[in-house]
């Protein structure tokens, strides 16, 4: 393969949902720096379109359309308009989903919290993958990349939701890899503590040096190592992987204890 077409993504159109900010922004981004056209899903319509206008500027096409996954509508509504407007799809970033994690004490929450993280995490993206993988197929390329977690495989209480659902998705993957090839490849990339909103929200000093004291790379994560995992599965370098999980953690575990 000519080493200049390893990471060319020109001409292929890429979904991203959770799109507007923290990593799927990154991702969004990186890939577009890279060629791709930009659709991106979120439930934050105006960051959505903030986002796709600095996207645009880079010299290629982006949309944004307002998506909740927790809604079917909205998940078919984003695979029609991104045709419509686009052209195809070659590239899905499951990256939208979230959940209970760290606050589901098993005698103080109910079974439909659990079931909203398996909602959230697993479901909505098995169905976008249903959406999109005839127009994959058609088109004879498609790459699906899924955000999992360090919590799909970590052991901590007042987990079991969130972690239960980043395993299914781990496993969903090997599997969907045997039903999706040859022309769709599927992985996933599990994020170890990535300095998004979310985290800044809660981050003290006192809690960085206890997340990096098992970790060899000694600084937390960034979006945009993250999003470099997701243009690694997106692009054709890595055209011979498939029902992959990859963990960008610094080389350890970000916990608290």
């Known amino acids: 393969m000519n080493t200049s077409e390893l990471f060319n993504l020109k001409g292929k159109t890429a979904i991203v ?25 979120d439930f934050n319509l105006e960051d959505a379109k903030k986002t796709a206008k600095e996207i645009e500027a880079l ?27 686009l052209g195809s799809i070659h590239i899905l970033i499951n990256n939208a989903g979230g959940g209970g994690g760290g606050r589901e004490n098993p005698f103080k929450i109910a079974v439909e919290d659990i079931k909203r993280d398996f909602d959230l995490n697993v479901f ?31 052991k901590s209480p007042n987990m079991s939701g969130y972690g239960g659902s980043k395993a299914a998705v781990n496993h969903m993957v090997a599997n969907l890899a045997h039903d999706f090839g040859p022309e769709v490849r599927i992985n ?13 929200s809660v981050l003290t000093p006192e809690i960085e040096k206890v997340m990096l004291a098992h ?16 243009l690694y599965f997106a692009s054709p370098i890595s055209e011979w992987v498939s029902g992959q999980t990859i963990f960008v953690n610094g080389g350890g575990e970000q916990t608290l204890e």
Not at 17 to 41: D, E, F, M, R, V
Not at 128 to 144: D, E, H, R, T, W
């Open 17 to 41: 949902t959770g799109g507007a900010n923290g990593i799927g922004k990154a991702t969004a981004i990186i890939l577009a720096q890279h060629g791709a056209n930009i659709s991106i899903g």
């Open 59 to 85: 010299g290629v096409k982006a949309i944004a359309i307002e998506c909740n996954v927790l809604k079917d509508e909205d998940l078919v509504n984003l695979v029609e308009s991104t045709i419509k407007e």
């Open 215 to 230: 970790t060899p790379i000694k600084r937390l994560g960034k979006a945009e190592d993250i999003a470099g995992a997701m």
């Open 124 to 154: 909505s993206g098995w169905r976008l993958c249903q959406l999109v993988v005839p127009y994959m197929k058609k088109v004879g390329y498609g790459s699906i990349v899924f955000t999992t977690s360090m919590s799909s495989i970590n």
């Open 188 to 200: 996933a990339v599990g994020p170890g503590a990535t300095r998004t909103a979310a985290l800044e």
